[in-house]
């Protein structure tokens, strides 16, 4: 169980974490909070039933992490483009997809997020640090996500490619004195516990 997820009774899954990892994560997941923001609370005497169908914003974020997290459904290196339409019939479609939908994804994203950090720090870690991670069907749903969200936003910083991440991808080739190399190996890492809990889930 030891670094992987293994599959647990009644769809969960389960991993033993050390201290360090720990850390690391609860930290990773605190950091995607603050690059997503805070949720739209109403404010004093607002309805919250207004509040709930508030129009989001219509244009992608400038930053790219967050344009990689919340991408144009049309078009983009994420988006399916209808062939009959054009590049500005393509942008008011994103923009109007934007408008309804950012909102309610950028609150499913912070809940995912919000779901490891509460789920790490409910550990009872032992003597030295370590614990064993055990996560409901629920939760391992919301840790795919957040595990998804942390990976793609950390790639978009270091601008991996698809060719850095094969078997001889530069990733693995880079020296101990290359300032990203941290980042890398919590890349790397993140992506072998999405794999193993994805397997996990897997029928």
Request: hydrophobic content about 40%; some cysteine; proline content about 8%.
């Amino acid at each position: 169980m030891a670094g992987h997820f293994e599959a647990t009774p009644g769809g969960g899954a389960a991993v033993a974490l050390d201290e360090v990892e720990i850390s690391i994560l609860r930290s990773l997941a605190v950091q995607l909070l603050e690059l997503i923001g805070p949720g739209d609370t109403p404010a004093e005497g607002e309805d919250p039933l207004a509040a709930l169908f508030a129009e989001g914003p219509s244009k992608p974020p400038s930053d790219p992490a967050l344009a990689r997290l919340f991408p144009d459904a049309y078009g983009g290196p994420d988006g399916s483009a209808p062939e009959d339409k054009t590049e500005e019939e393509l942008r008011e479609l994103s923009a109007e997809f934007r408008r309804f939908t950012e909102m309610d994804l950028r609150s499913r994203k912070r809940e995912d997020a919000l779901a490891v950090v509460r789920t790490l720090d409910a550990l009872s870690p032992a003597g030295d640090g370590a614990a064993v991670l055990t996560l409901t069907a629920v939760e391992c749903r919301a840790w795919l996500g957040a595990l998804n969200d942390l990976r793609l936003t950390i790639g978009t910083r270091l601008e991996v490619s698809d060719e850095d991440e094969g078997e001889n991808g530069s990733l693995y080739r880079l020296p101990d004195s290359d300032p990203r190399k941290p980042m890398v190996m919590a890349y790397l890492w993140l992506g072998a516990l999405q794999e193993t809990l994805v397997e996990t889930l897997m029928p």
